[in-house]
């Protein structure tokens, strides 16, 4: 058994196991948050789907065969794309509720859920590129027509890095703006989950520039099906995984939030009236162990 086929066996098994972990975390998180942890299973399954196909394909050397495998590993960036807007997103989100009043809080939530809007955007607009251009490439025989699907995958990919690079720098930006606001929400451990998430998007960059390298690079090492098992083992294998782990991280850190917090209205136009209202109307203080809420 040679080393690639090992290494996707092996990381099959990972994915695997780590897709129930992820499901617990989204329901202990919450209907709210969920499609972080929805894009986070959906992302372990096309690993899983790629590595089956690695294994499969091993001995292949049909070009188009090698593009379709090669569009699944491009493809399987978005899910991953998503996953730091979304896990970005739910802490930024706390940190607002927790800081705002009621009315600036539901403004700037609002223009958030536009931004979450823009990155789903690039993140999926790229893999339908990628996807749709390795399709065409592989049921064409003719070589000009073959040369614009490629251009379609090559603008796939630039789409998905530019959306890990503004992800990154969104997630960056939610870090330091729970620094700087720490002691407000810090029974929420939101620094611990905006580092994590930070840090694991700088894998996620380093991952869709990879991809970038070996869409428009001819040579073929550096190909994840045809390439040199070293730059496998690290930008396919390890870069993802190290994202993925860091985010996940986060995740297990803020397991409980739901149980930690009850929003509760201290504020509102009028000023000064306290009292309990439903999840939109109200900011975010800590319970008495006694009567913390259970989800």
Request: net charge neutral; charged share 15%; glycine share 8%.
């Amino acid at each position: 058994m040679s080393n690639t086929v090992t290494l996707d066996a092996i990381e099959i098994v990972v994915y695997v196991l780590l897709i129930p972990l992820i499901v617990i975390l989204g329901v202990r998180h919450g209907s709210t948050h969920s499609l972080g942890y929805i894009y986070l299973c959906v992302f372990a399954v096309l690993r899983i789907v790629a590595d089956g196909l690695g294994i499969a394909d091993r001995n292949s050397t049909n070009p188009n065969t090698i593009i379709a495998t090669s569009a699944i590993h491009s493809a399987g960036l978005s899910p991953l794309l998503l996953v730091l807007a979304g896990f970005a997103h739910e802490a930024h989100h706390y940190l607002v509720k927790a800081t705002r009043s009621h009315n600036e809080a539901q403004a700037l939530l609002t223009r958030l859920r536009a931004l979450q809007g823009g990155f789903h955007a690039l993140s999926a607009g790229g893999m339908g590129l990628v996807v749709y251009g390795a399709i065409k490439s592989e049921n064409s025989n003719d070589r000009d027509d073959a040369e614009t699907w490629e251009d379609m995958r090559k603008a796939g990919t630039i789409l998905m890095l530019l959306g890990a690079i503004a992800e990154v720098i969104y997630a960056a930006y939610v870090w330091l703006s729970v620094i700087r606001t720490k002691e407000s929400v810090s029974y929420l451990h939101l620094t611990s989950m905006s580092f994590c998430t930070c840090v694991g998007g700088l894998f996620v960059g380093i991952r869709a520039f990879y991809s970038v390298v070996y869409t428009f690079d001819t040579n073929s090492d550096l190909n994840p099906v045809t390439g040199d098992f070293g730059y496998k083992l690290v930008f396919i294998v390890l870069v993802p995984f190290l994202a993925v782990a860091w985010m996940i991280s986060g995740a297990w850190v803020t397991r409980n939030i739901r149980k930690e917090v009850l929003y509760k209205s201290i504020r509102t136009d009028q000023g000064g009236k306290r009292g309990i209202d439903d999840d939109t109307d109200m900011l975010m203080m800590p319970l008495p162990p006694a009567t913390q809420w259970r989800p």
